[in-house]
């Protein structure tokens, strides 16, 4: 059994323990009869702990899933952003449905401009997304929300004189389509969009420029016309999480065995949190390391 976490003295982490240690209980299935410990499912997507849906089967309340029963088909909606989830990954992904920003020479728009994953277990993770700016003759960034107003990136999308935009393309060279990496710790910012030039009076709902954040290999390789997010409100964006060094005492109190969890010591993904853990399973072990035995052995093909 090696679940090592630190730092912290063994009073302290004996303190941690005892005070939530109604909430464990809970999570762990043992005071809720509905949370197994099991993975919940919502529609398509499995829901593994730390996150849950349930009261009590999700460590805290950045964690909790709502399970849309609403519509046609459930989906489920992470909570504290009112996002749509699209699968979630004990390695500390989690990829959710993103707004699209559009603006139209006519006035139109539909822009979501200010984001804020500030003090929660999130960022946009840097190496899963790029920034996409799409039309003729814009430019899009991400100015960031502290005192500076500073531009952390952004990019330039022109058309060729007289040419319309392109409507059938994969590639996103900067004609009619530019993309640009996002920086790390990416938790609060506003996001811009403008035509380089006033647009005509002639000009009608068809002439839009769009921009995002996305699912870099979505993007890539799910689209063989990338002029089809035009069409679409949403589109895929990887979140990176970890879990607040002060629910440690959530996991090192199972006792679970074939698993390791450790502090980031300073070297977290997320900037946002001052410190923060994560849990793995041991080599020739799978399953949840969050949970109670929840690594098992890996059956070995026999030769």
Not at 50 to 63: K, N, S
Not at 174 to 194: Q, R, V
Not at 214 to 243: A, C, G, Y
């Amino acid at each position: 059994m090696d679940h090592t976490i630190g730092p912290g003295s063994k009073a302290q982490r004996v303190r941690e323990s005892r005070t939530i240690q109604n909430v464990f209980t809970k999570a762990m299935g043992l005071g809720n009869s509905s949370c197994s410990g099991a993975a919940a499912i919502c529609g398509n997507v499995t829901i593994p702990y730390p996150f849950g849906i349930e009261p009590g089967c999700y460590i805290d309340d950045w964690f909790a899933i709502d399970c849309n029963y609403t519509l046609v088909a459930p989906k489920p909606i992470l909570r504290s952003f009112d996002l749509e989830v699209l699968d979630i990954s004990l390695e500390g992904t989690l990829r959710v449905n993103y707004p699209m920003s559009w603006i139209c020479a006519n006035g139109l728009r539909n822009a979501r401009d200010h984001a804020s994953l500030a003090s929660s277990p999130f960022v946009i993770s840097k190496l899963r997304n790029i920034f996409i700016d799409m039309g003729c003759d814009n430019f899009a960034y991400l100015q960031s929300d502290d005192f500076s107003l500073c531009i952390i990136c952004g990019c330039m999308s022109v058309c060729e004189k007289n040419i319309t935009l392109q409507t059938n393309s994969s590639s996103c060279n900067g004609n009619g389509c530019c993309k640009t990496t996002i920086p790390s710790d990416l938790d609060l910012f506003t996001k811009w969009i403008a035509f380089m030039y006033k647009p005509s009076i002639k000009s009608t709902a068809e002439d839009c420029i769009y921009a995002c954040l996305v699912d870099q290999k979505w993007f890539q390789e799910n689209l063989t016309n990338i002029f089809e997010v035009r069409n679409m409100s949403h589109v895929p964006v990887v979140l990176n999480w970890e879990i607040n060094a002060n629910l440690s005492s959530l996991v090192m109190g199972s006792n679970s065995s074939h698993s390791t969890c450790q502090f980031a010591n300073g070297s977290s993904l997320l900037g946002n949190v001052s410190s923060t853990f994560t849990c793995t399973c041991d080599s020739g072990f799978e399953g949840n390391p969050y949970l109670l035995d929840g690594c098992q052995g890996k059956l070995l093909a026999l030769y």
